[in-house]
């Protein structure tokens, strides 16, 4: 069973002191650190990007790009597998070769696919876990990177180098590098879901506190109000 449902059973049930003993909620109580930005950038045109990472439960990853400055959009969704697999429930078996995915589009002219992974991996995720997330456990939860195109790829494996060489986090960074993969949207029960379920177990302990964690780390990009999947339909 999914980890982040035995979080809202373990709150359902009042036994929160169970999930802390267990470390279940490490996660919350970890503060993240800022990486330096990367030193080599993507050069950026026109008035809209894409960029799509995956970084664990894409709940939170969805999340906290919906308050970014310069982000029009930002779906929760699969990538690295086939369009006949993208689905939640075979996704979650861990055996389709898809990640949850998040699919950020973004302004060049207000933020650069750089500082989109450097919020990536310095607020948004663990990128030192291999094949997991804080509390979850698979291949779907892996870290990784879904390049649009051979300069996003470059700047990716730069970067990578770049923090691994400064030793910018306390283990080497495994976040791969996935080229050629298609980005399917998920269920429309999972866009949007932060935003609509702030007071879930599993939000409150896990991703909200990245939403703060932006909001320290990136005060001139964040902003307070999301750009809603939602919003965008209608």
């Not at 495994?174 to 702030?198: C, K, L, W």
């Not at 005060?219 to 750009?227: F, K, T």
Request: proline share 7%; hydrophobic share 45%.
């Amino acid at each position: 069973m999914r980890q982040r449902i035995v979080l809202a059973a373990l709150c359902a049930a009042g036994l929160l002191w169970l999930g802390a003993g267990l470390g279940l909620f490490a996660s919350a109580a970890t503060p993240a650190v800022a990486v330096p930005p990367p030193l080599s950038d993507t050069a950026g045109s026109g008035t809209e990007e894409v960029a799509v990472l995956a970084g664990g439960c894409f709940w939170g990853v969805q999340g906290v790009f919906q308050h970014v400055q310069g982000v029009s959009g930002a779906v929760s969704g699969y990538a690295g597998g086939t369009k006949e697999t993208a689905r939640y429930d075979m996704v979650s078996g861990g055996r389709t070769a898809h990640a949850e995915a998040v699919r950020i589009v973004f302004d060049p002219r207000q933020i650069s696919y750089g500082r989109i992974l450097q919020i990536h991996f310095s607020a948004v995720h663990d990128p030192t876990q291999l094949d997991r997330q804080g509390p979850d456990v698979g291949p779907e939860y892996r870290s990784a990177i879904f390049p649009a195109n051979d300069e996003q790829a470059r700047v990716a494996r730069a970067y990578i180098a770049q923090l691994d060489q400064a030793k910018a986090f306390p283990a080497p960074i495994v976040t791969r590098i996935e080229s050629g993969h298609a980005f399917y949207p998920a269920e429309d029960y999972h866009q949007d879901f932060m935003v609509r379920n702030p007071h879930h177990p599993y939000i409150a302990f896990h991703d909200l506190p990245k939403l703060e964690d932006l909001k320290r780390l990136f005060p001139d990009l964040h902003r307070a109000e999301p750009a809603l999947v939602k919003a965008a339909a209608r």
